[in-house]
């Protein structure tokens, strides 16, 4: 039988184990926070100095201090404005980039990638560094952007800041404006291969207009009229493009049949629909001979014989193709 005296003891030595080793958790977790407040008060003080550094124009300064280990993630003269957006202001502006901030950028290309993906809600709605970015990227940049493994999807983003569904609008040459990067000129060549970089970057192609519910196939203009999209067009839909999206008015072959013959390719755009299944409707042809019957008939004085040409050419590849025992729910506005 266990002596009630033993038993007393043995209680105390397990409370005393218990207190020291509650004793021990505390002071362990103090030492934690203790290296926790120096690692911020160390954090801070590299920003200071990066902020410090950037302000007096010393870039191979900041790039010194983000090579000793500094994060770099640090909004620079006023709220969500990171750093990094203001050096790619300089990086894109020939007027104020140097070698110092080429070496500068690229340093955070291949080391911060986690700063492209920094909010500038209070510079730009909805956008991240990296999907602002890559609306004025030039085309060397966006194969390192793609190279690199940048982000260029913003979480909040919607397609009326998208650099891909930007691109896709374009029906003839013109800048993309930009109210704090210079505004970049798109060359004719460079639509397509802007895009299919933006793919290769993982550019989301599945977003829906807020307003007109259309999707990036009722917005794609098949310009510059010579080029062959096929292949790009077959991406967006393996990259979750719905090309049997409809909207109130009904699917792209309303938008496709609705522009101007001049600003686009509409009977490369119109077989490609075709070809991968998209079917031709009454309604169709009913909204296309009301928009464009008037213009047929015009002496060609008024309307081009070229595009009067390309209309006869729409209109009969849309009369080839309608599905006669089908009725579109959707009425002519």
Not at 2 to 7: L, P, R, S, V, Y
Not at 74 to 97: A, E, G, T, W
């Amino acid at each position: 039988m266990i002596d009630n005296k033993k038993i007393i003891i043995l209680f105390f030595v397990i409370i005393l184990i218990v207190n020291c080793s509650r004793r021990n958790e505390n002071i362990l977790l103090q030492d934690e926070n203790i290296l926790l407040q120096d690692e911020n008060i160390l954090l801070q003080d590299e920003n200071i100095l990066l902020i410090k550094a950037y302000s007096s124009g010393d870039y191979i300064g900041c790039l010194e201090i983000l090579q000793d280990g500094a994060d770099g993630r640090i909004d620079y003269l006023q709220p969500n404005r990171p750093l990094l957006f203001d050096i790619c202001q300089k990086y894109l502006d020939v007027n104020k980039s140097s070698r110092e901030i080429e070496e500068l950028f690229a340093y955070y290309l291949k080391n911060r990638k986690k700063a492209f993906e920094d909010s500038i809600r209070g510079v730009h709605p909805k956008q991240t560094v990296g999907s602002y970015l890559a609306r004025f990227a030039s085309v060397d940049l966006l194969k390192q952007i793609v190279q690199e493994k940048i982000n260029i999807n913003s979480p909040d983003e919607t397609d009326l800041n998208s650099a891909i569904f930007e691109l896709a609008g374009i029906r003839k040459g013109r800048p993309i404006h930009s109210d704090f990067f210079n505004n970049l000129a798109i060359d004719d060549g460079e639509k397509k291969v802007r895009m299919e970089l933006l793919l290769d970057a993982g550019a989301d192609v599945t977003l829906i207009h807020y307003q007109r519910e259309a999707n990036i196939f009722h917005i794609f203009g098949w310009y510059p009229i010579e080029e062959d999209y096929t292949e790009l067009l077959d991406k967006m839909i393996e990259n979750g493009a719905d090309l049997f999206h409809e909207t109130w008015y009904g699917s792209c072959i309303f938008s496709i049949t609705q522009d101007d013959p001049s600003v686009q390719n509409g009977e490369a755009y119109l077989e490609y629909v075709i070809s991968r299944g998209l079917g031709v409707t009454k309604k169709d042809i009913g909204r296309f001979n009301a928009k464009w019957s008037m213009d047929m008939r015009r002496d060609i004085s008024l309307t081009p014989e070229t595009e009067i040409q390309q209309l006869e050419r729409i209109k009969k590849i849309l009369e080839e193709n309608v599905k006669r025992d089908e009725e579109s729910v959707h009425e002519i506005p």
